[in-house]
């Protein structure tokens, strides 16, 4: 079973409040940089709330750890071993669908690695990623739609995406079975302070 989310977002909360700290930036200054809510950010570090993935994303952007530092703790090892199951929930669909972060790298050049479901109906939908990200993905069950800006792409079991992830895009399952497939996501440069303008999540 996947990390359950209070204890996911305790986790990361204590993680966003210590990378703060060792900036020795006040809420607000990280509220800025990061360009979210001073609210938001206290709500995060109290772990009073499961932000968003683009939340996530600005914040370990703004702190220059990238976004698979904000789930686990701090290691050096050679290998990091995830076991099934132990992977980190960090979308949930409202039939039941998730975006599990199963691995990842450290920065400055982040490479992360998703097991994603969505059931029948669902829809995930993403701001611009940082400039440079770019996005692999290969679905192994059902169908998935994954529109790019203006372009959409209908992909079957055993078909294939590379994408950039540096515009909005979704992924959508539009058939009555489940949708499962993997996800790449190479983020250049976390924390040079390059992430374009967007909406918030």
Same mark, same amino acid.
């Given at each position: 079973?996947?990390?359950? %989310?209070?204890?996911?977002?305790?986790?990361? !909360?204590?993680? @966003?409040?210590?990378?703060? *700290?060792?900036?020795?930036?006040?809420?607000?200054?990280?509220?800025?940089?990061?360009?979210?809510?001073?609210?938001?950010v206290v709500n995060v570090e109290q772990g009073a709330m499961n932000p968003s993935i683009g939340t996530l994303l600005r914040l370990s952007d703004a702190l220059g750890v990238g976004l698979p530092a904000l789930v686990e703790p701090p290691h050096r090892?050679?290998?990091r071993l995830t076991r099934a199951g132990d992977?980190? %929930?960090?979308?949930?669909?409202?039939?039941? !669908?998730?975006? @599990?972060?199963?691995?990842? *790298?450290?920065?400055?050049d982040v490479v992360e690695l998703w097991?994603?479901?969505?059931?029948?109906?669902?829809?995930?939908?993403?701001?611009?990623?940082?400039?440079?990200?770019?996005?692999?993905?290969q679905v192994h069950e059902g169908a998935l739609v994954v529109t790019v800006a203006d372009d959409a792409f209908?992909?079957?079991?055993?078909?294939?995406?590379?994408?950039?992830?540096?515009?909005e895009h979704s992924y959508s399952n539009p058939g009555d079975v489940l949708t499962r497939f993997s996800l790449t996501v190479y983020e250049p440069g976390v924390g040079s302070g390059h992430r374009v303008e967007t909406r918030h999540a």
């Open positions: 079973m996947t990390v359950d %989310a209070e204890s996911l977002s305790a986790v990361i !909360g204590s993680r @966003v409040r210590h990378e703060r *700290t060792k900036h020795g930036w006040t809420l607000d200054q990280l509220a800025e940089v990061a360009r979210v809510s001073r609210r938001m090892e050679r290998a992977g980190a %929930a960090l979308w949930k669909g409202s039939a039941g !669908g998730q975006g @599990v972060l199963v691995a990842g *790298t450290e920065p400055p097991d994603w479901r969505l059931a029948p109906g669902e829809e995930h939908e993403s701001e611009a990623h940082s400039q440079g990200t770019r996005e692999l993905l209908t992909l079957a079991p055993g078909d294939a995406l590379a994408f950039m992830g540096d515009e």
